[in-house]
T-cell receptor, first 117, second 115 residues
Framework: GAVVSQHPSWVICKSGTSVKIECRSL??????MFWYRQFPKQSLMLMAT?????????EQGVEKDKFLINHASLTLSTLTVTSAHPEDSSFYIC?????????????FGPGTRLTVT | AQKVTQAQTEISVVEKEDVTLDCVYE???????LFWYKQPPSGELVFLIR??????QNEISGRYSWNFQKSTSSFNFTITASQVVDSAVYFC????????????FGKGITLSVRP
């Protein structure tokens, strides 16, 4: 099946710093990528949807200036958590949908665990 | 609006027991997909199954089986002869077949299989 990678798999950063998480589709082109956030013992919450070459669409309540999403190519999307605070500590999961196939399932990355100290 | 309800939050069984995970959904769309995902302690989501709304045939894959009942808007998942490796969080999800539709997840069920 299709593979989606995320880097890093875990990161610890100090409060006030920014951290970038990369999401890559390794063997397919993804025109649409999704970013989710998951708190312990909770479900996945969609943060934003990004389409290659255009601005991301953020879900209600998600600060677009804090969570910067860039989908510059068909295989790469990045999520930058700016001025991170301890409450941003969470498990971030990206997902990619192959281009031209809106009806297919999404492929999920392994997740990135962010800890802000 | 779409909604997925997984009423069970935690289930604990002894190895070799059968266990059924319930999923009830709500949607106004006439065509949609239903999914089950497994999330082991490592965190990575593992895709288990996708079911089209027009296909109500039950499916069996090894120890896993799924019962889709459109009349009751349910898509239940049964693990037969459970094993310790089945311990994980299981999510049921729903997505419309419309282009650019979003995946809606249930809250997940934590399954613990004891030896």
């Amino acid at each position: 099946g299709a593979v989606v990678s995320q880097h890093p798999s875990w990161v610890i950063c100090k409060s006030g710093t920014s951290v970038k998480i990369e999401c890559r589709s390794l063997d397919f082109q993804a025109t649409t990528m999704f970013w989710y956030r998951q708190f312990p013992k909770q479900s996945l919450m969609l943060m934003a949807t990004s389409n290659e070459g255009s601005k991301a669409t953020y879900e209600q309540g998600v600060e677009k200036d804090k969570f910067l999403i860039n989908h510059a190519s068909l295989t790469l999307s990045t999520l930058t958590v700016t001025s991170a605070h301890p409450e941003d500590s969470s498990f971030y999961i990206c997902s990619a949908r192959p281009g031209g196939q809106a009806l297919t399932e999404q492929y999920f990355g392994p997740g990135t665990r962010l800890t802000v100290t | 609006a779409q909604k997925v309800t997984q009423a069970q939050t935690e289930i604990s069984v002894v190895e070799k027991e059968d266990v059924t995970l319930d999923c009830v959904y709500e949607t106004r769309d006439t065509t949609y997909y239903l999914f089950w995902y497994k999330q082991p302690p490592s965190g990575e989501l593992v895709f288990l199954i996708r079911r089209n709304s027009f296909d109500e045939q039950n499916e069996i894959s090894g120890r896993y089986s799924w019962n889709f009942q459109k009349s009751t808007s349910s898509f239940n998942f049964t693990i037969t002869a459970s094993q310790v490796v089945d311990s994980a969080v299981y999510f049921c999800a729903l997505r419309s077949r419309r282009a650019n539709s979003k995946l809606t997840f249930g809250k997940g069920i934590t399954l613990s299989v004891r030896p």
